[in-house]
């Protein structure tokens, strides 16, 4: 069965700090997506990344970078020097593709709180 | 703006006294589906839709209906509300089944007593 784990619940950093925030899934498919969302105190969720099953390169947007490694099955996200506006809840997620039944649907991790204090 | 509209974002209703949860898009997508938010469990997908008249049960359908009679509407009905269905709701949409990035609404946070 498919799953996702976000082992960390709660995070708490000082600003400027570096933070990562990891993931793991299950998925018994070889073509599937791997995203982040983040969901900040207001509560809409804002897409971050996607990553297809077959494009292992790591991917750095900014103060972000995404580690995806199949061989540990694991997608885990860093924010480099931390801001008080990273603050919120960042959801790891899964999806397989239409031709496996997965029909667009995301599984997702608990999600893991990030609080960045001044 | 490209976007998918929730109404109500926020409701206190009793136990029984059904209500809909309107959701809207404005980008022509096919694909629509619900899911809710709780504590320790992440999002969980309630209902699909793959296209009008095309609806099927996500993981957690008990106690919810949806319709999609337009391409740009998929409301969620509760008939009979429960408490465990206090919640944070959410709709989203994609253009097709294989462009599977999903636009989410902004959320409807219902408390049923």
């Known amino acids: 069965a498919q799953k996702v784990t976000q082992a960390q619940t709660e995070i708490s950093v000082v600003e400027k700090e570096d933070v990562t925030l990891d993931c793991v899934y299950e998925?018994?498919?070889?073509?599937?997506?791997l995203f982040w969302y983040k969901q900040p105190p207001s509560g809409e969720l804002v897409f971050l990344i996607r990553r297809n099953s077959f494009d292992e390169q790591n991917e750095i947007s900014g103060r972000y970078s995404w580690n995806f490694q199949k061989s540990t099955s694991s997608f885990n996200f860093t924010i480099t020097a931390s801001q008080v506006v990273d603050s919120a809840v960042y959801f790891c997620a899964l999806s397989e593709p239409p031709f496996s039944g997965g029909y667009n649907k995301l599984i997702f991790g608990a999600g893991t709180r990030l609080a960045v204090h001044p | 703006e490209a976007q998918v509209t929730q109404n109500p974002r926020y409701l206190i209703t009793v136990t029984g006294k059904k209500l809909t949860v309107t959701c809207s898009q404005n980008?022509?997508?096919?694909?629509m589906s619900w899911y809710r938010q709780d504590p320790g469990l992440g999002l969980r997908q309630i209902y699909y839709s793959m296209n009008v008249e095309v609806t099927d049960k996500g993981d957690v359908p008990e106690g919810y209906k949806v319709s999609r009679k337009e391409k740009r509407n998929f409301p969620l009905i509760l008939e009979s509300p429960s408490p465990n269905q206090t919640s944070l709701y959410f709709c989203?949409?994609?253009?097709?089944?294989?462009?599977?990035?999903?636009?989410f609404g902004a959320g409807s946070r219902l408390t049923v007593l």
């Open positions: 980008m022509n997508h096919e694909y």
């Open positions: 989203a949409s994609s253009l097709t089944l294989g462009a599977n990035v999903l636009t």
């Open positions: 998925t018994r498919d070889t073509t599937y997506y």
